[in-house]
DNA sequence: AAAAATTACTAAAACGTTGTAGTAAATAAA
DNA sequence: TTTATTTACTACAACGTTTTAGTAATTTTT
């Protein structure tokens, strides 16, 4: 069922109709019911390779993240989704696994028109960012969220990393912790970067410098990052407190624990940022940074679906910051031993 | 950047420079080589909606969950994603949060030749399957997966759901449980039914006749499934073992569990079709019969390109089953007391 | 009552591909 | 040597919309 055969039906012009179905003034109101009416009886929808074609619109944005299988990027996901169901959009999903050759070559899949907009949370593994600013020159809306690009000029949502990153070690700190391991994705992420300053900052408070060896980057891949904090944990001079960048690592750091039969919180005290759903049933409950994970999701999109309606307005190029909370539970608490 | 251009560029005709980009025979390896060089110092990149509105093809396909934050359909999309990637496929996703209405309105979307084929597991509540049945008949391919509607005549990939349910009921059993609960979806859904099959047969096998008050269909939302939980555990007769068919409804149960002062496994043991990374990590570890997600996203997408490369072809129409199996963990464990 | 403006349409040209039909020139077969 | 075939292209008509530029007919203005 096209305009052709729908117009023939009608005994009007594919133009009359087409405008008829677009509520054109030029369009009497009787002949627009009969359309709309005809358009309703034989199912007619219009075909969206046609009209992205003709109008140079896709209604559809892209969305990159490294996984799905994470209660950060989940509930991202469900927060995007929501808004663009809103909006009429269409939501394309692409994984890059970490890997910043995924990355690059789903970026270029983009470059031609086949999304409106495209959100991101690049790769750890990210170094080179030209694929991301050819897209930016291509004039196609880009939004950034959580894992940012600084130096690209586009809208950016974040939480809090780095005062998020000095809470975390305060509160470390404050049940009694001494030497705190920051266990982390690569630091070219500027998450990273930015928590690893508010762990720094902390424990510079209290006048404890830097310690490289208890500063873990780990780089995605389980069995890696889990033999690196095997190693961490086995060393004599462990580490009594952990302080994870993200959910994964933590979920590992629980899994080396158990296997090096370690107590949490006795022996080793866990935080970690993490929107796990079931951190308050973990064994023992696991206190987190928890991101507002759906919120960033929507005012990603929020902001992206602002951009594409009004093409070439730089006012929303800042950088939005939704807070993180802490939530305390179990596996930072004080021990009874303890001072 | 379009052929046009890139025609002009060569000095060649538009048709001869699409040919050469599809490595047609008629062009001669001279020609071809040029036209490949070009295309790439242009960074030349086919419009897409041009080719699929020329050639009635999208590259794209459409998947339907309830939701994505969850254990199994997020490796389900990993899956998926894995093999589009490696066809060059798209993938569009959409939820329903379990709503009928929005399963319906998505559908509709999806009639005109948006997307090549769709895949799905239908939301908790839907009953009418009209809509599924009209997205088939305009011959686009489906395929459901997990959550089937039996009637209708398209490639299915599930788990033994039937033989799960039991074999979860048996480990209860075996175990000491005598009053088994069953906390499930809608018993609309297929995997429902098959998996209270499972469970009303155990019992049936020593001797227990079904009792409807141990029976409870919840319904997704958070809040009443709680309260019906809540309301499950408070009587007197409660059950001393339960078995949940999702995920949700055994973190559920194990806040209610928490908030009502009852130790499992000791007053009540607990087992659940469940995915959870953190099963293992839970206070306690849960017992779960856990399927196969990523392997029924990769499967189901397998079957939707074949289908979509041999249209017409019917030997594909059968259901496929990936089995399920049990983790045997703490929850569901003889305490000291126990027989 | 003539000129101007408005109403309600139609015709046709894009948008960028792809594939069919056509065509010179070169090569092979009769 | 003439005819048939192959090679390497070009021209052009789709695919289904949308939009600009018309155009009769009607209504309003002067």
């Not at 909006?87 to 086949?114: D, F, P």
């Amino acid at each position: 069922m096209n305009l052709k055969q729908l117009a023939k039906e009608l005994n009007l012009s594919i133009s009359a109709v087409s405008k008829a179905l677009r509520d054109s003034h030029e369009i009497s109101p009787a002949t627009k019911k009969a359309v709309l009416a005809k358009a309703k009886e034989l199912n007619y929808q219009v075909n969206p390779f046609a009209s992205g074609l003709r109008k140079q619109k896709s209604k559809t944005i892209a969305v990159i993240i490294p996984e799905v299988v994470n209660d950060f990027f989940g509930p991202v996901i469900n927060g995007i989704e929501s808004i663009a169901q809103e909006k009429g959009y269409h939501v394309l999903i692409y994984l890059t696994h970490e890997v910043e050759q995924k990355e690059v070559a789903i970026i270029n899949l983009l470059q031609n028109g086949r999304v409106d907009g495209v959100m991101i949370s690049i790769s750890a593994q990210t170094s080179d960012t030209t694929h991301l600013e050819a897209l930016k020159e291509k004039g196609i809306p880009l939004v950034f969220f959580d894992r940012i690009v600084e130096r690209i000029n586009a809208p950016k949502v974040i939480t809090d990393d780095y005062n998020s990153g000095a809470v975390a070690t305060n509160h470390l700190i404050e049940n009694g912790c001494q030497r705190i391991a920051f266990v982390s994705l690569p630091n070219k992420l500027t998450i990273t970067q930015k928590r690893m300053n508010g762990y720094l900052d902390a424990l510079k408070n209290i006048h404890i410098k830097k310690d490289n060896s208890l500063i873990l980057f780990c780089n995605g891949d389980e069995h890696k990052d889990k033999d690196l904090i095997r190693n961490l944990l086995k060393r004599k001079d462990r580490p009594d407190g952990i302080f994870a960048s993200v959910e994964k690592l933590a979920i590992i750091t629980y899994e080396v624990c158990e296997e090096l039969n370690l107590n949490i919180p006795a022996d080793v005290k866990v935080i970690c940022f993490s929107n796990l759903k079931t951190a308050g049933l973990l064994n023992p409950s696991l206190t987190t940074i928890t991101q507002p994970a759906f919120e960033i999701g929507r005012e990603a999109a929020s902001i992206l679906f602002k951009l594409i309606e009004k093409k070439g307005h730089h006012f929303l190029l800042e950088k939005t910051t939704i807070n993180s909370k802490l939530i305390k539970r179990i596996s930072t608490e004080k021990t009874s031993g303890e001072k």
